[in-house]
């Protein structure tokens, strides 16, 4: 029975050290093109892309479909994009700032994501403290 919940946890772990990994692996790699004349817009796109094959090309190997998926409606279509807008928007200026200061600096600055998560959490009331 602990075995189990261990493998579980085991591979929530190994995917977080694995995010966590890439980001540090992404800043160190867009310093090294950006000293050498890199646009920002340039590894942003290649960066887009070579996720995207990572994440969809062995994707109908793992999952498998076992129920029907809701209509997808506009207004999730709206949601996506707007959440990726967001994503590009975050990686250009967090890339900008990266040009002007170290990578270190953006992975220090990575590890308050989620402080500031929680304090959003507090300000739009997803939690509540009851004394």
Same mark, same amino acid.
């Given at each position: 029975?602990?075995?189990?919940?261990?493998?579980?946890?085991?591979?929530?772990?190994?995917?977080?050290?694995?995010?966590?990994?890439?980001?540090?692996?992404?800043?160190t790699?867009?310093?090294?093109?950006?000293?050498?004349?890199?646009?920002?817009?340039?590894?942003?796109?290649?960066?887009?892309?070579? /996720?995207?094959?990572? @994440?969809? $090309?062995?994707?109908?190997? &793992?999952?498998?479909? +076992?129920?029907? *998926?809701?209509?997808l409606?506009f207004?999730?279509?709206?949601?996506?994009?707007?959440?990726?807008?967001? /994503?590009?928007?975050? @990686?250009? $200026?967090?890339?900008?700032? &990266?040009k002007?200061s +170290?990578?270190t *600096?953006?992975?220090?600055m990575?590890?308050l994501?989620?402080a500031?998560?929680?304090?959003?959490?507090?300000?739009?009331?997803?939690?509540?403290?009851?004394?």
């Amino acid at each position: 029975m602990s075995g189990r919940f261990c493998r579980k946890d085991g591979g929530i772990m190994t995917a977080m050290v694995a995010v966590v990994i890439a980001d540090v692996g992404m800043t160190t790699l867009f310093k090294a093109g950006s000293s050498k004349g890199m646009s920002s817009y340039v590894f942003l796109v290649y960066s887009y892309g070579i /996720g995207a094959l990572l @994440l969809f $090309l062995p994707s109908p190997f &793992i999952t498998h479909r +076992s129920r029907s *998926l809701p209509p997808l409606k506009f207004s999730v279509l709206c949601k996506m994009g707007l959440f990726g807008l967001l /994503g590009c928007v975050y @990686l250009m $200026l967090g890339y900008t700032g &990266i040009k002007y200061s +170290s990578p270190t *600096l953006a992975s220090a600055m990575s590890n308050l994501t989620p402080a500031f998560t929680f304090l959003f959490a507090l300000l739009f009331g997803y939690f509540l403290f009851k004394p």
